[in-house]
């Protein structure tokens, strides 16, 4: 895929076949002038660009899934258009980046097809956002669950389990049997009473870095 962004973490290739056409790969990416990166199964060796670091994975099937007691006085609910800057800012919050960036990233995904984002709100303020993506491709029916983010005030509090619950049964009653996500060691802690397992991860790769900005000569 390819968003168009400046940043390899928006213009990603997946690796599913040791038998990649390398060549057929990067003559894709020539032609969109983006950044960007590979994800590779650790089972796979391929010499493409320079590795960055291992991605952990956790998979959730719905026979295993245990919904958390609710002891917080938070609100889970779908986000819409109107949330886009207070979902946007939640997740700048956390994981850092730039206003613009971030909009860019986020506007074209909230109410698209296959998307869901969820905000956790306490007393009508919002505390914690998270989005799912339902696919239907290698691994059959499933969701990937991505951008857990609970502003640092809530840290500790359950509000991550509260929102991947929601997320969690809302994509097992739209017909997926897997629910999968990349967790760091953190989170692995409070997911793994949901239900959710380790599985083998994947070798993240640069390829074609954003070009460095430089200070503009007098």
Not at 3 to 14: F, R, T, V, Y
Not at 24 to 36: K, M, Q, T
Request: negative net charge.
């Amino acid at each position: 895929m390819a968003s168009g962004l400046p940043e390899a973490k928006w213009n990603n290739a997946d690796v599913v076949d040791s038998d990649v056409d390398v060549d057929a790969l990067i003559a894709w990416y020539a032609e969109r002038g983006v950044p960007w990166g590979v994800r590779v199964p650790l089972e796979f060796d391929l010499e493409l660009g320079a590795p960055l670091f291992v991605k952990r994975c956790a998979a959730l099937v719905s026979a295993a899934f245990r919904i958390p007691q609710v002891t917080e006085d938070v609100s889970v609910r779908r986000a819409t258009q109107a949330d886009l800057d207070v979902y946007a800012a939640t997740e700048l919050a956390r994981f850092g980046g730039t206003p613009e960036t971030e909009l860019r990233w986020l506007s074209p995904a909230i109410g698209a097809s296959g998307f869901t984002h969820w905000i956790a709100e306490r007393s009508g303020a919002v505390v914690g956002v998270a989005m799912t993506i339902l696919t239907d491709e290698l691994a059959g029916p499933a969701a990937y669950l991505g951008g857990i983010a609970v502003i640092p005030a809530e840290d500790g509090r359950g509000i991550e389990q509260l929102l991947v619950a929601q997320a969690t049964t809302d994509a097992f009653a739209a017909g997926a049997m897997l629910v999968h996500t990349n967790p760091d060691e953190n989170e692995l802690l409070w997911l793994s009473p949901l239900g959710f397992v380790e599985v083998p991860g994947f070798l993240v790769r640069i390829v074609v870095d954003a070009p460095r900005r430089t200070e503009p000569q007098p």
